[in-house]
Each structure stands twice: as structure tokens, then as C-alpha cells.
């Protein structure tokens, strides 16, 4: 998987820049894009991205019985990750996160963010109740203000989680350093770096709000 690992502005971000990502970036970028092809499209890039978010996971041999021969291979130690879904638009990322760990446990932290103070307001919060022993993988399309993501993760921290990962479609500048500046032991991967926010806090040049595109409320 082609990424560019942290560098000196933004310590903890991944950025996958293999070309199969970035093809299908593209066309959830683009305006024509229907509802059914948005939806299929970021399940795949949820998919490739999730290789990226689970690089260190532990692993231990076990000894098994090849056709061939005995050997010790590896597999992955420890309980099973479990998936933070920001609703709502996280959740159309969960089908392709869950094609790569079928295993994962589930839970779901509803916020949306209010248009005047693009402050997060929760509603909904369903952890499961050994989440601080698993690595967590909190999962949402846009990482634009960055408060979203930050609320999350204090949830999740309240808990006594210590291993999270943020993995997000795109991200924005000020959500990174937001992220940084609250969670600096948090790592994030992502597909693209944008440009900036614009006036209304959308990521720029983006793909329009993730979650209209998804469930189709444009």
C-alpha cells in the first residue's frame, strides 16, 4: 500500500496515495456521481484504507499443517478491534472497514455539528463494554473542523481506551492540527490532504457533505 507517513507539520497523519484509492477518490469527488455509485465507491476506499489503519496490529504464530508441511505463521493476537462509527456518515464507511475484519465489534457515537458554531452535539452514544481492551478504529468520511472527531475521541478515552486510530476520507489542515493539539497520540489515516475550510466549514475542494451524498438528502 503506497502512503506517505508523518512528516514535520503533521506528525500522526498517513496519507495512501496508492492509485486505486486515488482513482476512486476522484469519482467521489465528482459531482455527477450518483448516491449508489458514492455509496459503492467509499465502501471500496474504506476497504483499501483499513489495510493502512491496521498496519500494528499484533500478531503471534501459531503452528499449523500446510498440505505440504508443518510450520509456525502468523496471526493476529489479542482480542478483535472494534469500530467507532460517528453517525451519521461514518456508517458508510463500516461495510468496507468490516470486509477486512468481518470480526470487529461495533459502536456508534452520534453527533452532528451545529451550522452556527460548527460545534459537535452528541445524541446518541453505544459502546461496547470491553472497548478499553480492544484497539479502537473510530471511522468518519470528513475530518473538516475536527471537533467531531475530537468529541469522539474523548468518549472513547473516557473508557480507558489507549490504542485509537482515526481513519478518515479526507481531511483538512485545521482538522489535523485540532486533532493534534487534543489528541496527539492518535493516529490518522486518511486519503487525501485538502486545501483549507471554507466560510462554512466545509473541506475544500472536498466532496460536498459526505453524509447527504450518502444516504441522498442533498
Given at each position: 500500500?503506497?502512503?506517505?507517513?508523518?512528516?514535520?507539520?503533521?506528525?500522526?497523519?498517513?496519507?495512501?496515495?496508492h492509485p486505486?484509492v486515488?482513482?476512486?477518490?476522484?469519482w467521489?469527488?465528482?459531482e455527477d456521481?450518483?448516491?449508489?455509485q458514492?455509496?459503492n465507491?467509499?465502501?471500496?476506499?474504506?476497504?483499501?484504507?483499513?489495510?493502512?489503519a491496521?498496519r500494528?496490529?499484533?500478531?503471534?504464530?501459531m503452528?499449523?499443517?500446510t498440505?505440504?508441511?508443518?510450520?509456525?505463521?502468523?496471526v493476529?493476537?489479542?482480542?478483535?478491534?472494534?469500530?467507532?462509527s460517528?453517525?451519521?456518515?461514518?456508517n458508510?464507511?463500516?461495510d468496507?472497514?468490516l470486509?477486512?475484519?468481518?470480526?470487529?465489534?461495533?459502536?456508534?457515537?452520534?453527533?452532528?455539528?451545529?451550522?452556527?458554531?460548527l460545534q459537535?452535539v452528541?445524541?446518541?452514544?453505544?459502546?461496547?463494554t470491553?472497548?478499553a481492551?480492544?484497539?479502537?478504529i473510530?471511522v468518519?468520511?470528513?475530518?473538516?473542523?475536527?471537533n467531531?472527531?475530537v468529541?469522539a475521541?474523548?468518549?472513547v478515552k473516557?473508557?480507558?481506551?489507549?490504542?485509537?486510530t482515526?481513519?478518515?476520507?479526507?481531511?483538512?489542515?485545521e482538522?489535523?492540527?485540532?486533532?493534534?493539539?487534543?489528541h496527539?497520540?492518535v493516529?490518522?489515516?486518511?486519503?487525501a490532504?485538502?486545501?483549507?475550510?471554507?466560510?462554512?466549514g466545509?473541506?475544500?475542494p472536498g466532496?460536498?457533505?459526505?453524509?447527504d451524498?450518502?444516504f441522498g438528502?442533498?
Open positions: 500500500m503506497n502512503a506517505t507517513f508523518p512528516n514535520a507539520e503533521f506528525p500522526q497523519l498517513t496519507v495512501v496515495t486505486l486515488q482513482h476512486k477518490l476522484t467521489l469527488r465528482h456521481t450518483n448516491t449508489e458514492f455509496r465507491l467509499l465502501r471500496e476506499v474504506s476497504q483499501l484504507l483499513a489495510y493502512e491496521t500494528g496490529l499484533p500478531t503471534e504464530l503452528r499449523i499443517r498440505p505440504v508441511t508443518e510450520m509456525q505463521s502468523p493476529i493476537s489479542g482480542k478483535k478491534p472494534c469500530l467507532v460517528i453517525l451519521r456518515a461514518g458508510g464507511m463500516l468496507g472497514v470486509s477486512v475484519l468481518p470480526l470487529a465489534k461495533v459502536g456508534h457515537i452520534g453527533l452532528y455539528r451545529d451550522h452556527d458554531t459537535p452528541e445524541y446518541y452514544l453505544k459502546l461496547p470491553d472497548i481492551e480492544r484497539h479502537v473510530v468518519d468520511p470528513m475530518l473538516a473542523t475536527g467531531s472527531a468529541a475521541i474523548d468518549h473516557e473508557t480507558g481506551c489507549t490504542q485509537i482515526l481513519l478518515c476520507l479526507l481531511a483538512a489542515p482538522g489535523v492540527r485540532n486533532m493534534q493539539a487534543h496527539p497520540d493516529p490518522i489515516v486518511t486519503a490532504l485538502d486545501s483549507h475550510l471554507n466560510e462554512h466545509y473541506i475544500v466532496l460536498g457533505d459526505a453524509g451524498r450518502i438528502t442533498m
